[in-house]
């Protein structure tokens, strides 16, 4: 089945630690998303590529990258990961950008922070 | 800005019966779609019913279907004959589209429990 594929389900890393996150879709869509969704709260966009093209969210701390080496490849990377980055992490496609489109999402990675 | 209010955090339901989930938005767009997304417990989010604002007609998918004020900017989700499964978070949300941002912004979430 066609689907977005996060690895891993869960990541444990230490205060400070780079950490990447990985993300695939066999969907072929255009655009890639990630997401950061803390407990008990709604999914907030990061940033996402439409192809090759970056954008990021206005309020996405430095602190996250992310790399879209070819179309079914996006790395979420957390350079200097602090507690509260401590998250799910959502990764989630889309066919093309514009309203009509639904968002298909992968399983996400928890991060904890040490 | 846009934003996306579900105003009930938890809501129950007894088996086969039926349930509404309220959502409130906010907007000055004329276009947008607006969207229900499932979570159960540790799996992935899934798309469940959307409805587009030009379409005076309510969406419907089997046992989901959708009350949509456009005039109140009401975007409300009924589970009729309700099963063990629909047990989830349920998330409305708003996708946003321009030059500049593709987003869907997501409310807060409703946890609905399913009791036999």
């Known amino acids: 089945d066609a689907m977005v594929i996060q690895n891993p389900r869960y990541q444990v890393t230490q205060f400070g630690k780079p950490v990447t996150l990985s993300c695939s879709q066999t969907?072929?869509?255009?655009?890639m998303y990630w997401y950061q969704q803390k407990s008990s709260q709604a999914p907030k966009l990061l940033f996402h590529?439409?192809?090759?093209?970056?954008?990021n969210e206005a309020d996405t701390p430095d602190n996250f990258q992310s790399r879209r080496p070819n179309t079914s490849f996006c790395f979420l990377d957390i350079r200097s990961p602090g507690l509260g980055d401590a998250a799910m992490y959502l990764c989630?496609?889309?066919?093309?950008?514009?309203?009509?489109?639904?968002?298909?999402f992968g399983n996400g990675t928890r991060l904890t922070v040490t | 800005a846009q934003t996306v209010t579900q105003s009930q955090p938890e809501m129950s339901v007894q088996e086969a019966e039926t349930v509404t989930l309220s959502c409130t938005y906010d907007?000055?767009?004329?276009?947008?779609?607006l969207f229900w997304y499932k979570q159960p417990p540790s799996r992935q989010m899934i798309l469940v019913i959307r409805?587009?604002?030009?379409?005076?007609q309510n969406a419907t998918e089997n046992r989901f279907s959708v009350n949509f004020q456009k005039a109140a900017k009401s975007f409300s989700l009924k589970i009729s004959d309700s099963q063990l499964g629909d047990a989830a978070m349920y998330f409305c949300?708003?996708?946003?589209?321009?030059?500049?941002?593709?987003?869907?912004?997501f409310g807060t979430g409703t946890r609905l429990q399913v009791f036999p």
């Open positions: 409805q587009e604002a030009y379409k005076q």
């Open positions: 907007t000055s767009e004329s276009d947008y779609y």
């Open positions: 949300a708003y996708r946003s589209w321009s030059e500049d941002t593709d987003k869907l912004i």
């Open positions: 969907l072929n869509h255009n655009v």
């Open positions: 590529y439409y192809d090759k093209d970056f954008n």
């Open positions: 989630a496609t889309s066919r093309d950008r514009g309203l009509v489109s639904p968002l298909h």
